[in-house]
């Protein structure tokens, strides 16, 4: 039976790019060696890593004064990273979501640390509004998709001191206007990628501007002087990122896949909407475009073990909301087509048919 990959991460990714890299892995582009065992020094794999920051400088019109880094460790290690590099004195946060703590957390280990909103006390279903950015911090810290909780900052807020974003789960969703941001970071699981690689795009000037001594591999330096190979990169990562990339600038770019997107969740969020069952847990202005989540009304709670099943037996993979959320997330990113939407909604009429 076809699934439908609901998964929040790592999480559905294009055919082609999958296809690609299977026939990669076995033998790249008829050199005889796998993408897994040339040299990452070699001319091939040069032309690969370019190819895909050209692909990223494209699809998200990056301008020349910004860097793009592939690096190891995942969005997490990016938490500890940026203050790192980062924080002098003082560091603003807004807090929206289990990410941001534990982002909000590693930065405390740096210096002030100024929260300058949260959700918390509603466990985090909506985007703070009307907050305050002390012009005194170093960089402010958002994240600009919540993927535990389904909400998002869907525009690109104006911000007086250097704006820092962890965009891991809805980067290339939508365009960006870059310049608004000093550094941008993410794992690639959730819409570029494999996990195992990680991006940064980074304005350079932002950096040099911390007394302390900054350990090697976790100096941005390092990495934008060595072009991301200052140790050896997740080349087969980069290889599917690429193939991902490829997909994504021949379906249209990103201002094609944020319609498709936005048709996707406007599919899901409608039906849940006009449900007598299932009811959303983000408030609406605050909703997420990438994670949709969703949990039973009152009077059939007792149901969710049972929808899962039946969920489960028509296709469905990984709508089982997150533990500090419970209920369903259905993660409908870039690559998951809008028929796999639509069978959800199916299935959610159905079981409401039967059950209601
Ligand atoms: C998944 C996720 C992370 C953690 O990413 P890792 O690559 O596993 O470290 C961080 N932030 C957000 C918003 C995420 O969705």
Do not use: F, H, Q
């Given at each position: 039976m076809k699934k439908h990959n609901f998964n929040a991460g790592p999480c559905i990714l294009p055919d082609v790019a999958l296809e690609n890299t299977a026939k990669a892995v076995v033998d790249l582009d008829g050199t005889g060696l796998s993408v897994l065992t040339i040299s990452h020094r070699s001319k091939e794999f040069d032309a690969i890593i370019e190819e895909t920051k050209a692909l990223w400088r494209e699809l998200l019109n990056i301008p020349e004064n910004y860097h793009i880094l592939f690096l190891g460790g995942g969005a997490s290690l990016q938490f500890c990273m940026v203050p790192y590099n980062l924080l002098q004195k003082k560091a603003a946060y807004l807090d929206t979501g289990t990410w941001a703590s534990k982002a909000i957390k590693e930065a405390k280990l740096f210096g002030e640390v100024e929260v300058v909103a949260s959700s918390s006390d509603k466990n985090y279903s909506y985007i703070p509004k009307g907050f305050n950015i002390p012009t005194d911090a170093d960089y402010f810290h958002i994240t600009t998709n919540n993927t535990i909780y389904?909400?998002?900052?869907k525009e690109d807020i104006d911000c007086p001191v250097t704006l820092v974003a962890d965009?891991?789960?809805?980067?290339?969703s939508r365009p960006v206007d870059?310049?608004?941001?000093?550094l941008i970071y993410g794992g690639a699981q959730k819409n570029v990628g494999p996990a195992g690689v990680t991006f940064v795009i980074i304005?350079?000037?932002?950096?040099?501007?911390?007394e302390r001594q900054i350990p090697t591999m976790l100096n941005y330096k390092t990495h934008i002087d060595k072009g991301s190979m200052f140790n050896t990169p997740p080349c087969g990562a980069i290889y599917t990122m690429r193939e991902t990339l490829k997909w994504l600038k021949g379906i249209g770019g990103v201002e094609k896949i944020n319609e498709l997107n936005k048709k996707k969740a406007e599919l899901l969020y409608n039906a849940i909407d006009n449900s007598k069952m299932f009811v959303g847990t983000a408030e609406k202005d605050s909703r997420s475009i990438m994670n949709v989540c969703f949990v039973m009304k009152p009077d059939y709670k007792e149901k969710e073990a049972e929808f899962l099943e039946f969920a489960k037996n028509a296709g469905m993979v990984g709508i089982k909301g997150h533990r500090s959320v419970g209920g369903f997330r259905a993660s409908?990113?870039?690559?998951?087509?809008i028929e796999s939407v639509q069978a959800l909604v199916d299935c959610m009429k159905e079981f409401e048919k039967q059950n209601a």
């Open positions: 389904g909400t998002e900052i965009m891991s789960s809805d980067i290339m870059i310049k608004k941001y000093g304005r350079e000037d932002i950096l040099g501007k911390v409908i990113y870039n690559a998951l087509p």
